[in-house]
């Protein structure tokens, strides 16, 4: 168990660092105002309307970073900061958010993927460490017995959080493609202004790797439990 506690302790040192250098560049960019002048709900009306898309509302919501896509109501809710200001950093969320509304119309394949594996996870996440903890206090490294099983259920279960995590990714990495060439190719944003907007939203994506790469380290190392420590 040491081990593995460790092994969280670094994944977790990492995530800080990239969530701490994420919110130092929405701070920095944020202080760049648009030579627009619009805002971040502004912004994504235009980026829904040029892309044909009349049945999705931008809406506010509280909170800072907690800008999504709601596929279920059609909803691109962005955090009040972003819905209001019109700097760089508003743009580049307001854009990306509406990539996903965009995935969502063009049925993209991986978000689709990852839709499907939403109420599986939501069961599943949360159990899989107790199950392969259960199995191993069973005995699960000493052969076949029930406490295998239940250690090989709980991996199984924590397989699902991996292979979402990795999906997430080309999810995210699409999301802000799009949102970087509509505001390049429609003009919304000076050179220096997308070189800023690229930067925040290349640290956001580092986030989603940082927790893939970390539910993989996690997954394997639970593994080398059960299936290494069998004769």
Same mark, same amino acid.
């Given at each position: 168990?040491?081990? /593995?506690?460790?092994?969280?302790? &670094?994944? *977790?040192? !990492?995530?800080?660092?990239?969530?701490?250098?994420?919110?130092?560049?929405?701070?920095?960019?944020?202080?760049?105002?648009?030579?627009?002048?619009?805002?971040?709900?502004?912004?994504?009306?235009?980026?829904l309307a040029d892309n044909g898309i009349g049945d999705v509302e931008v809406i506010s919501v509280r909170g800072q970073l907690t800008d999504h896509y709601n596929p279920k109501n059609k909803?691109?809710?962005?955090?009040?900061?972003? /819905?209001?200001?019109?700097?760089? &950093?508003? *743009?580049? !969320?307001?854009?990306?958010?509406?990539?996903?509304?965009?995935?969502?119309?063009?049925a993209y394949g991986a978000l689709q993927m990852r839709s499907q594996l939403v109420p599986i996870v939501s069961v599943t996440s949360g159990m899989s460490q107790w199950l392969v903890i259960g199995g191993l206090i069973l005995g699960a490294a000493a052969g076949f017995g029930p406490g295998y099983w239940v250690a090989v259920a709980g991996l199984v279960f924590m397989g699902f959080a991996t292979l979402f995590s990795f999906i997430t990714l080309p999810v995210e990495y699409d999301a802000s493609n799009r949102a970087l060439a509509w505001l390049k190719t429609k003009n919304m944003v000076s050179q220096q202004e997308y070189e800023g907007a690229e930067d925040a939203l290349k640290w956001a994506a580092r986030t989603y790797l940082v927790a893939a790469i970390?539910?993989?380290?996690?997954?394997?190392?639970?593994?080398?439990?059960?299936?290494?420590?069998?004769?």
């Open positions: 168990m040491l081990g /593995y506690y460790i092994l969280i302790g &670094a994944i *977790a040192l !990492v995530s800080w660092m990239v969530s701490n250098k994420l919110k130092k560049k929405f701070a920095f960019y944020s202080k760049r105002q648009l030579n627009n002048g619009m805002s971040g709900r502004e912004i994504a009306e235009k980026m909803t691109v809710n962005l955090s009040e900061a972003v /819905y209001n200001q019109r700097n760089a &950093a508003a *743009a580049a !969320v307001a854009a990306h958010e509406v990539g996903h509304a965009v995935q969502h119309a063009t970390g539910a993989l380290a996690s997954l394997l190392y639970w593994a080398l439990q059960i299936f290494g420590g069998r004769d």
